[in-house]
């Protein structure tokens, strides 16, 4: 049974998402119907705790699409963890989920099965029912995937992660869509591949701490950056051929005409709406959540956007310090001590190109191919957040426009790494 194409997929069929990274050694087997009957108590026994308690975890767990939520309490990890957090750790969930969604739908292509609530009338339909196969579980291999990949990156937080998997799994149950075992199964498909996943992020060197130094030229950026973030250049790209494929030419040797048109702004400018806009909302991954649920993408291609996006972002930081660090381009405020940003506090880290606007020239190629009708709302905002920067202050017009170019070169090897066989 073939999953219809998702609106900016091209002629992709279920069949043709590959996995990006990972894969199972072997196929899954299907289950046997005397095991499936015999687990029928088991969702009747769920549904009516749920009932008794409340139907309202149903609904939070099972709408949106399988990684929702499990994102969410990424996000909440972090803000919980004290300390440096790892900046492989959004990347690596997503794609986890992705290739442990890949693995459920290559089964589900093979083996169809009705949902569990045909199989006896003392099961209620608690959820919407697919359009595809039942068989195995893919919200639970995202589920098993993501408990894992935050569990390695918060060890500290594993008992809250516990009791998260506990109430996804009861309420995934209650749906009365899937069967105990399918749960099982799917949960064990997501360890597997994030187990993986994890091994490879011991080795993508984002856990590395610089100890170089600043070279000393009025020219050039001073300051002293975190241990973390010259780093960056040196993470193992996802998909780039290496960190300087798409490095830029060298900035400007005369800022002075860059640096007379930041003058020029902020004496006819007190504020920015859109400088703060950008400084201080998730505006991407906001905007790709909601494009997932306006478009009603099924859990595969909802997991294959949000592996793009966060690989599309991944690898536009690598281009960007990249170029940061090789050049260490000088800040506005820097060439121009008089100068006073709107923004007020400027970056601890060099200007060339800029970081903000390489990763909108990243996400909003790859928003435009995965969702083609929305392509000049997408243009339009990566344009808004190259002019946020400027008008902040924090960058000159320059650093933002290289920033847009080299971004939107990553976001294209992005698309080809995912749409082209054997990654």
Avoid at 93 to 99: E, F, K, N, T
Avoid at 156 to 178: C, N, W, Y
Avoid at 234 to 246: G, S
Avoid at 337 to 363: E, R
Wanted: glycine content about 6%; some cysteine; hydrophobic content about 40%.
């Amino acid at each position: 049974m073939l999953i219809a194409p998702s609106p900016g997929y091209g002629q992709m069929t279920a069949s043709e998402f590959m996995p990006f990274k990972f894969e199972l050694d072997e196929p899954v087997l299907p289950i046997s119907e005397e095991v499936l009957r015999d687990e029928i108590p088991d969702i009747t026994a769920a549904q009516q705790q749920m009932e008794t308690e409340s139907l309202w975890a149903v609904r939070y767990w099972n709408n949106a699409y399988p990684v929702y939520r499990w994102h969410q309490l990424l996000m909440q990890a972090s803000r919980n963890h004290k300390g440096h957090k790892n900046g492989g750790r959004v990347a690596i969930l997503h794609l986890a989920v992705y290739d442990a969604t890949v693995e459920v739908w290559e089964h589900k292509q093979a083996h169809f099965r009705k949902a569990a609530y045909h199989y006896d009338q003392r099961v209620k339909k608690l959820g919407a029912e697919p359009e595809y196969s039942s068989s195995l579980c893919e919200w639970s291999a995202a589920a098993g995937a993501a408990h894992q990949v935050i569990g390695y990156y918060f060890p500290e937080q594993q008992a809250m992660l516990d009791s998260h998997l506990i109430a996804f799994k009861s309420a995934r149950l209650a749906t009365g869509l899937v069967f105990p075992s399918d749960i099982e199964k799917g949960l064990e498909i997501g360890r597997n591949i994030a187990q993986q996943y994890i091994e490879y992020a011991k080795t993508d060197r984002t856990d590395r701490r610089w100890e170089g130094q600043v070279p000393q030229a009025d020219s050039l950026w001073s300051g002293n950056p975190s241990p973390w973030d010259p780093m960056k250049r040196q993470w193992k790209p996802l998909t780039l051929e290496q960190a300087d494929q798409f490095r830029p030419g060298p900035p400007p040797t005369d800022w002075t005409a860059d640096m007379e048109e930041l003058r020029q702004f902020n004496a006819a400018h007190q504020s920015s709406t859109i400088a703060w806009k950008w400084k201080s909302e998730p505006v991407w991954d906001l905007l790709v959540e909601r494009k997932i649920l306006e478009y009603g993408l099924n859990p595969l291609a909802a997991a294959f956007a949000n592996a793009v996006f966060h690989t599309a972002r991944f690898d536009a930081i690598i281009a960007a310090w990249d170029g940061k660090y090789h050049y260490w381009g000088i800040r506005p405020f820097q060439y121009d001590p008089s100068f006073k940003p709107i923004l007020i506090d400027t970056p601890n880290f060099p200007g060339y190109p800029a970081g903000h606007t390489t990763v909108a020239g990243s996400i909003a190629r790859v928003l435009s191919f995965l969702f083609p009708g929305d392509k000049a709302l997408f243009k339009t905002l990566a344009k808004e957040c190259s002019e946020s920067r400027f008008e902040g202050g924090v960058h000159f017009r320059t650093d933002n426009e290289v920033g847009l170019e080299v971004g939107d070169q990553v976001g294209r090897q992005v698309i080809k790494a995912f749409t082209s066989k054997g990654n």
